[in-house]
């Protein structure tokens, strides 16, 4: 996929100019204009304005592995869906998620210090979480659970949840969530989990 066709018609479609998409994300327009006849690339974290803008995930811009034809996909075909600071490695176990209602993914979690704060959040749909190794620590309303290997949780996601690793050992997860939100932002926040 060519990024900056793929912004043009984001943006076009949405009724944006170049103009107020510039303003948005602090990007010239000359270098809008550049990229978006291919004459330029650009840094992730600025492509992540944009998808911020326009409505899309970061990984809409990347055709592997959320959209292949294969129904199978490989253990060693696991491609890392997002890392987060935090300590997160987040894999997909899907190889195309377009058009999907399910996001299955595989959850790497590193230590964490248990000073350290745990802020709940809450989103529209359901989850489902099974932990593979390791201790998991969740929190479901201010409640918290010690999650052990072969221990699942499944709930709403309308309730205020988080979880994290108080161990000294990484913990494994899956973790499979409603709505899509690779494809369907208006419900999902980027930052959430």
């Known amino acids: 996929m060519n990024i900056g066709i793929e912004i043009k018609k984001l943006r076009t479609e949405k009724?944006?100019?170049?103009?107020e998409l510039?303003?948005?994300s602090e990007l010239s327009i000359g270098f809008l204009s550049q990229l978006e006849r291919g004459l330029t690339t650009i840094a992730v974290d600025s492509l992540e304005k944009l998808?911020?803008?326009?409505?899309v995930h970061l990984t809409h811009f990347f055709d592997y592995p959320h959209k292949r034809k294969d129904k199978v996909l490989r253990s060693y075909e696991h491609e890392?869906?997002?890392?987060?600071?935090?300590?997160?490695?987040k894999y997909s176990l899907s190889p195309n998620l377009e058009n999907k209602h399910l996001v299955p993914r595989l959850?790497?979690?590193?230590?964490?210090?248990?000073?350290?704060?745990i802020l709940s959040y809450k989103h529209e749909g359901e989850?489902?979480?099974?932990v593979l190794e390791g201790i998991l620590t969740v929190y479901i309303n201010g409640e918290r659970h010690e999650v052990y290997p072969g221990d699942s949780v499944h709930m709403e996601s309308n309730i205020e949840h988080n979880w994290a690793n108080y161990t000294n050992k990484k913990v494994k997860l899956l973790a499979v969530n409603t709505p899509n939100y690779i494809y369907n932002r208006k419900y999902y926040s980027a930052d959430a989990e």
């Open 15 to 19: 009724g944006i100019t170049l103009k």
């Open 80 to 89: 890392i869906l997002d890392l987060v600071e935090a300590g997160f490695i």
């Open 51 to 55: 998808a911020d803008i326009l409505e």
């Open 127 to 130: 989850e489902f979480i099974y």
């Open 22 to 24: 510039s303003e948005k």
């Open 107 to 117: 959850i790497e979690i590193l230590p964490q210090k248990k000073d350290e704060e």
